[in-house]
T-cell receptor, first 116, second 114 residues
Framework: GAVVSQHPSRVICKSGTSVKIECRSLDFQATTMFWYRQFPKQSLMLMATSNEGSKATYEQGVEKDKFLINHASLTLSTLTVTSAHPEDSSFYIC????????????FGQGTRLTVV | AQSVTQLDSQVPVFEEAPVELRCNYSSSVSVYLFWYVQYPNQGLQLLLK??????LVESINGFEAEFNKSQTSFHLRKPSVHISDTAEYFC????????????FGRGTSLIVHP
């Protein structure tokens, strides 16, 4: 099956610093990737849709200047949490839609961000 | 817009007992339905999906789900659970042929006791 790799799996950073999370589709091209945020014991909340070669589409209430998304190639999207604060601590998950398939997306293993 | 309801936030069962995790959806158009499993501190793994055809779909590890259009349900079942099935299970729905983005339920925590 298709593999999506997310890195790092966990990161601890100081308040005020920025953190970059990578999402790679390892064996397929993904024009579209998605970034989700998950709070403890809750479902996934879609943050933004990342489109290769164009600007990301953010969901209502998500600060685009705080959560910078770059989709520089067909296999890589990055999410940068800028000037992180403790309230940004969460589990971030990416998913990628295989260009040749329009039925499902494949998920990365997630990144646990802790801001101290 | 479509929505997904997972009524049970937590389902505790004993090992080797049967289990059913409930999922109901609402949509005015035809949908695709999915069950995902999430182990602690990991991403989501697709367990099974219904796109069309047979309403009963099965996974490789013994889970099955049945699409019931009249009851707008897609309940997940397993006749005999293992300790290793302890995880969070998410039901998801998306409009067939439409924008890819699925709508997730809030999740059900399956806790299997020895």
């Amino acid at each position: 099956g298709a593999v999506v790799s997310q890195h790092p799996s966990r990161v601890i950073c100081k308040s005020g610093t920025s953190v970059k999370i990578e999402c790679r589709s390892l064996d397929f091209q993904a024009t579209t990737m998605f970034w989700y945020r998950q709070f403890p014991k809750q479902s996934l909340m879609l943050m933004a849709t990342s489109n290769e070669g164009s600007k990301a589409t953010y969901e209502q209430g998500v600060e685009k200047d705080k959560f910078l998304i770059n989709h520089a190639s067909l296999t890589l999207s990055t999410l940068t949490v800028t000037s992180a604060h403790p309230e940004d601590s969460s589990f971030y998950i990416c998913s990628a839609r295989r260009d040749s398939m329009n039925t499902e997306a494949f998920f990365g293993q997630g990144t646990r961000l802790t801001v101290v | 817009a479509q929505s997904v309801t997972q009524l049970d936030s937590q389902v505790p069962v004993f090992e080797e007992a049967p289990v059913e995790l409930r999922c109901n959806y609402s949509s005015s158009v035809s949908v695709y339905l999915f069950w995902y499993v999430q182990y602690p501190n990991q991403g989501l793994q697709l367990l099974l999906k219904y796109l069309s055809g047979s309403t009963l779909v099965e996974s490789i590890n013994g889970f099955e789900a049945e699409f019931n259009k009249s009851q707008t349900s897609f309940h997940l079942r397993k006749p005999s659970v293992h300790i290793s099935d302890t995880a969070e299970y998410f039901c998801a729905v998306r409009i067939s042929g439409g924008s890819y983005i699925p709508t997730f339920g809030r999740g059900t925590s399956l806790i299997v006791h020895p």
